[in-house]
């Protein structure tokens, strides 16, 4: 079964510190996978995206990681702001089918606190 | 940020109402999705769009319908809602080719009472 699982589900960190978050996948066959930003109240944001030669990808203060053998993903802020507040989703895309189907992780909340 | 627009973002209705959840972006996009998103759950997708007059059910099955009479536009209808629609419906577009990368919409939270 296809799956997208993220860990920790919730995170608390402190304005300035970093932080890693995490995806497993079983998504196969594997097509790219992206991490998305998530603010309450609205829609996800693309940050990164992953194919499977990649394994690393920076977007400014985000470096996502990609280890295609392990099925694993991790995303990594640094100096984490007030505004990092959000929903982090993992999401992975098959090649198997016309519509690129998407796996969707349930996200990890981070919260970061003056 | 990208082109696309939802309304209403909040709607508080009885049960028995019916509702629509208008979906537009201005980028061109043929394809066109509705997800259903629960606090602290993943999306699930309960319609599609490969373009006009092109209409699929998702992998989450939904009471709900849609229609596709332009590009731009991707209307959600639930005809008699219920206190079990309540959720946050997010609406995505994608280009035809390179389907992979979604733009999302803010999303619309219903609550049916």
């Known amino acids: 079964k296809n799956q997208v699982e993220q860990s920790p589900q919730s995170l608390i960190i402190l304005e300035g510190k970093n932080c890693t978050l995490q995806?497993?996948?079983?998504?196969?066959?594997?097509?790219?996978l992206r991490w998305y930003k998530q603010d309450t109240g609205r829609g996800p944001v693309s940050l990164t995206i992953?194919?499977?030669?990649?394994n690393t990808k920076s977007n400014g203060r985000y470096t996502a990681t990609l280890d295609a053998d392990t099925k694993q993903s991790s995303l990594h802020i640094t100096a984490s702001q007030l505004s990092d507040s959000a929903s982090y989703i993992c999401?992975?895309?098959?090649?198997?089918?016309?519509?690129?189907?998407?796996?969707f992780g349930r996200g990890t909340q981070l919260t970061v606190w003056p | 940020e990208a082109d696309i627009y939802q309304t209403p973002r909040y709607l508080v209705i009885g049960t028995g109402k019916k509702i629509t959840l208008e979906c537009s972006q201005t980028?061109?996009?043929?394809?066109m999705y509705w997800y259903q998103q629960d606090p602290g759950m993943e999306l699930h997708l309960i319609h599609y769009?490969?373009?006009?007059?092109?209409?699929e059910k998702g992998d989450l099955s939904s009471e709900s319908t849609v229609s596709r009479i332009r590009t731009e536009h991707f209307p959600l209808t639930l005809e008699s809602a219920r206190p079990s629609h309540t959720s946050q419906y997010l609406c995505?577009?994608?280009?035809?080719?390179?389907?992979?990368?979604?733009?999302f919409g803010p999303g619309t939270r219903l609550t049916v009472l």
């Open positions: 980028m061109g996009h043929d394809k």
């Open positions: 995806c497993n996948y079983t998504v196969s066959p594997f097509s790219n």
């Open positions: 992953m194919t499977f030669s990649e």
């Open positions: 995505a577009s994608s280009e035809e080719q390179g389907a992979d990368e979604q733009f």
């Open positions: 769009s490969y373009g006009v007059n092109s209409t």
């Open positions: 999401v992975v895309s098959d090649r198997g089918s016309t519509l690129g189907r998407l796996y």
